[in-house]
């Protein structure tokens, strides 16, 4: 019988698996990984900067998950730079799928942003040295620019308007309505002054009824201000029950809403098909998909008619562009997520996807602030409702450390309104 050999688990492997597997195309490497945050609106933003051993060679990617950065920094700088550095950054599908399995059980929303950074900032690389803009990398451009809505959200109807009027004033085509109720009241929008239910256990709480009495006084109310030629969108941020979220469906079919979003949270994504079924109005879902998994259900079971991924959540713009696909295959169109708790550099990353996809239907639009246009020099801007990609190479943006070291992160508003939203009994419910 032979004699077995010990094997020392480390010292007698001649390999590592995520050494490089195959011989590079280019002599350059990744040097290091490392997270930027930094909170020029006051909401924590998470950018991640790979940098390579070739001069002024580095890219830029988005980990933003406000809720969560400090452990998407610990992600990023202690378990994702010592399997990258040292490999070929043109190997992003590798390098992704390295990240994504390493960890054998699969990512939440903190791995998968922090990947996320990882990904973009690969990609940011490779348009660099192929002196083109990530869309061209991507197939080029099917359309010049992305179509954007904007937020609309006052303590009355009346106030809801007036910013409405203001938002088609300067361009917009497509605005979000959210109108305030007593107490939490509606998301997106302040409450109505006072607090009418003193009897309550916890009277500033929110009220189902209300709101599915007033959703459509508000939609009735501005068809009558601003007419039949602007697209109308409203977020439920997954209040409702899914036979809640058919009557208010329903009751919106006379105002020809754009979309309606998020009528239910992710734990009853399953009963989606079934609410779809049964609404008379475009249903869009999908930011809170941490997995990229869940959002390519939500496409194949017949449950939107557009997805919404907040794309760093799900891994990144390599996931994200095989939903884009999907979504062109399952007749359904694409509104990536990007309100103020996605970086420039995110938001880059949808307009890329958004310009070179059949499947594109709107994009979430914010308007950034002086100071993240200086921290990020390159920040996309809307021009009368229009978000058009950079043409530099890569995503055509750059962080301004020093001036991002002037805009510390500190405990996100965020975390405050996710926990927040309580019933008059007291009892927490879906944020
Ligand atoms: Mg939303």
Known sequence: ??????????????????????????????????????????????????????????????????????????????????????????????????????????????????ISGLDMALWDIAGKRAGAPVHELLGGKVRAAADTYIHAGGAGVEDTLDQAEEFLARGWRHIRLQSGQAGIGTYGAPPIAGVPRAGAPYPRGWNVGEYLAAAPQLFARARERLGDGVELLHDVHSRLTPKEAVVLARSLEPYRLFFLEDVVAPEHWDRLPDVRAQSPVPLAVGELATSVSDAARLITSGGVDFIRSHISAVGGLTPAKKLAVLAEFFGVKTAWHAPGDTSPVGAAANVALDVTSAAFG???????????????????????????????PGWGIDIDEAAAARFPAGLSGHDEWAAGVRGLDGGLIAP
């Open 1 to 114: 019988m032979p004699e077995t050999a010990v094997l020392d688990p480390v010292a007698d492997r001649d390999f590592r698996t995520f050494d490089q597997p195959w011989p590079a195309r280019e002599d350059v490497r990744i040097t290091g990984v490392r997270a930027i945050v930094t909170a020029p609106e006051g909401t924590p933003l998470v950018v991640v900067r790979v940098d390579t051993d070739t001069d002024g060679l580095y890219g830029l990617g988005c980990a933003t998950f406000t809720q969560r950065w400090h452990a998407v920094v610990a992600f990023v700088e202690q378990h994702l730079a010592p399997l990258v550095v040292g490999r070929y950054p043109g190997d992003i599908g590798d390098l992704i799928r390295l990240a994504r399995f390493s960890g054998y059980w699969r990512e939440g929303p903190v791995g998968n942003n922090a």
């Open 362 to 392: 709107i994009q979430e639009g914010h308007v950034y602030n002086d100071a993240t246009h200086e921290v990020f020099p390159g920040t996309l801007r809307i021009v009368d409702g229009w978000l058009r990609p950079n043409e530099d």
